[in-house]
């Protein structure tokens, strides 16, 4: 095989091999940790995402205002790198979504009190 050919075969490996790994999705599985900005303040969320069969479950703590509480988390959804769930603290709740992209997540967040919105913040 003539060298030229040998280039050539060896960048379409190398191109087909980084196209395949770029394509993967990611897997949320793990605890995803960091700071939250609120209209309230800055404050911190720990979420963990875990794997049951098919489904997915979480677990969340917040920190806001100097105080950490563990949240429930509701109608979690996982599609890809798309994360969205909701958390209830107090008489409050939050909805959360963000998309993963390497080992960061990023989102919004919007918090209601009955259907009155009271504020935003970004995780």
């Known amino acids: 095989m003539n060298m030229k050919r ?11 091999a980084a196209s395949l ?6 897997d949320p599985a793990g605890t ?3 700071p939250m900005t ?3 303040g800055p404050g911190g969320l720990e979420i963990m ?6 489904a997915w479950k979480a677990t ?14 509701d109608d979690l959804k996982v599609s890809g790198a798309d994360v969205s769930f909701s958390l ?20 919004t ?8 919105k009271i504020g935003s913040g970004t995780i």
């Open 60 to 73: 969340a703590k917040v920190r806001l205002e100097g105080q950490e509480v563990a949240a429930a988390v």
């Open 21 to 26: 790994v770029s394509g993967q999705t990611p």
């Open 6 to 16: 040998r280039i050539v075969l060896t960048a379409i490996a190398i191109l087909l």
């Open 49 to 54: 995402l875990t794997r049951d069969g098919a």
């Open 109 to 116: 967040l919007e918090a209601f009190q009955g259907d009155r």
């Open 38 to 40: 609120t209209d309230a």
């Open 88 to 107: 209830t603290l107090d008489r409050t709740l939050a909805k959360f979504a963000a998309r993963i992209d390497g080992d960061k997540i990023n989102g």
């Open 32 to 34: 995803w940790a960091g």
